[in-house]
């Protein structure tokens, strides 16, 4: 017989209970655990509002994965462990659904506008309002109170106070996650001078208090959110993604990589980094000016870190490298070329994927420019021959744990007639995708304006012959389903 600690019964706790809405599983009902292919489950409830045409990004590792909720298996030994233990106070708890409850809560976390200067008061009105209100959705008021706590003790820097920080952090990490993929109803939130813009700057600027790591973690984990799934304009994302702001996220991943004791932070900062930057300019340069080509340098070069690591990391650099200007600086770094090469031979067809990306986007360069940027005159011509290689064997996306917002970075590819490989990838990634979402991908071709450019690549009989069978099988698949 097997007597279980206290951290025992609280780990347990915490594995029968969904991690975005932090209530308890139950065997029937929405509360059913259903498990994700990546093995993580959530209830029934949460995945819905993860879910967006028919794919869910898992909120804890953030593989993308193709399926529809309903197609979701139960999470049978969970269920066999909750159905074992018998009602528990997680599953018996009276909820404040009384008028008079709700509106207890609601008037404490307005208290914060009164008491946010004493500490021992915030922890407790927040505390309250995590227990009354942890299935509800944020009002406008209760946004405003918690973002001023936060603005309060990030200026004042005090470490022994940086959990109040930390805690409102969470409470906006978890609205956003219950608010589903439109984030509609979070939007309904922006009102008295409060905006998504507020909320990205806060987060960030909490990267400026004296963090531990885990407390580190978190706020990472809370940008990745945000970064994920707030389509901020390019305008908005130049304001919160200041050159400053970089420099503190990448002197984070510095350290990381002097002292890599777990691969989870260093892929989060990294994905932050990559969601940010996406089809970003301003952001990708202010990455660049804060030397973050020679970090990413140093972190190839390390052999402590792990591939699926590293591939991340070329995936940032697939948004560098989309950037012309960036461009001659990603080709005079050559552990960053040879990295590229040997990963996109790689078995793994994400890592090859990636990689392949990259070496795309950096081709857009003539060939003399890399002449003159590399000592290998025949560089360009060497990974294009490998690319069209490897392109020519990929079968398709399913395994790919990639999403495109939009395909507007490969149409300049498309329309390299001199490069066949570069034309051929991007041909290749439109069709793998467009079969792996049909009506997301194919909607996105036509609302971006992108058909004359298939056309006119089916129409020129100089084109590549595996090139043109891409593109006409996509059009053709346009004119089926009726677009």
């Known amino acids: 017989m097997v007597i279980m600690s206290a951290s025992d019964e609280d780990i347990l706790s915490d594995l029968l209970q969904c991690s975005i809405c932090m209530e308890a599983f139950q065997t029937s009902g929405v509360m059913q655990p259903k498990m ?8 029934i409830g949460c995945l819905r509002k993860m879910s967006a ?11 993308q994965h193709y399926i529809q909720v309903e197609e979701l298996t139960n999470n049978l030994t969970l269920m066999q462990v909750i159905d074992s233990k018998g009602p528990t106070p997680a599953n018996t708890a009276s909820r404040p659904d ?4 709700s509106q207890g809560s609601e008037g404490s976390v307005q208290n914060l506008y009164n008491c946010y200067k004493t500490p021992s008061k915030v922890r407790s009105t927040l505390k309250n309002y995590i227990q009354g209100h942890n299935d509800k959705e944020f009002e406008a008021d209760h946004l405003s109170a918690i973002l001023k706590c936060m603005d309060y003790y990030k200026q004042v820097g005090d470490a022994e106070n940086i959990d109040i920080i930390i805690t409102c952090l969470e409470l906006v990490r978890s609205q956003i996650q219950k608010a589903g993929s439109q984030l509609l109803n979070f939007q309904k939130l922006m009102q008295r001078g409060d905006s998504m813009l507020d909320v990205c700057k806060t987060t960030l600027q909490a990267l400026n208090c004296p963090l ?8 990472m984990e809370v940008l990745d959110i945000l970064a994920r799934s707030l389509q901020l304009s390019r305008e908005q994302n130049s304001e919160i993604c200041s050159q400053a702001n970089m420099k503190n996220i990448l002197e984070i991943l510095r350290k990381e990589l002097s002292a890599p004791s777990s691969m989870a932070l260093l892929s989060r900062i ?9 089809e970003m ?6 990455i660049v000016k804060e030397n973050g080509l020679e970090i990413l340098e140093t ?5 402590a870190i792990r591939q699926d690591a590293k591939a991340d990391a070329i995936q940032l650099l697939g948004n560098l490298a989309e950037i012309k200007d960036i461009q001659p600086d990603i080709i005079r770094h050559k552990t960053i070329i040879e990295v590229l090469k040997e990963f996109l031979v790689s078995q793994n067809h994400r890592v090859s994927f990636v990689s392949g990306l990259a070496i795309a986007h950096l081709s857009m360069l003539p060939k003399r420019d890399w002449t003159k940027l590399c000592t290998h005159k025949d560089l360009r011509e060497d990974l294009l021959q490998k690319l069209y290689v490897q392109v020519s064997a990929w079968k398709s996306a399913d395994d790919l744990n990639v999403r495109f917002d939009s395909l507007r970075p490969l149409y300049p590819m498309l329309e390299m007639f001199g490069s066949p490989p570069t034309q051929l990838f991007a041909a290749w990634t439109i069709h793998a995708f467009c079969d792996l979402d049909k009506k997301r991908y194919q909607e996105m ?20 012959p595996n090139v043109r069978k891409l593109v006409g099988e996509i059009l053709q698949a346009i004119d089926s389903s009726g677009n």
Request: with cysteine; proline share 4%; hydrophobic share 35%.
């Open 445 to 464: 071709l036509i609302e971006e304006e992108a058909l004359d450019i298939l056309i006119d690549i089916k129409e020129n009989k100089y084109a590549d």
């Open 299 to 303: 972190l190839f070069r390390n052999h």
């Open 36 to 43: 994700l292919p990546c093995q993580h489950s959530f209830d």
């Open 270 to 278: 990294l994905c932050v980094l990559t969601n940010l930057s996406d």
């Open 98 to 101: 009384s008028k008079a409850q």
């Open 281 to 286: 300019p301003s952001t990708s340069l202010n």
């Open 53 to 63: 045409r028919s794919t869910i990004q898992c909120p804890v590792c953030r593989r």
């Open 212 to 219: 531990e790591r885990a407390e580190i973690t978190k706020v």
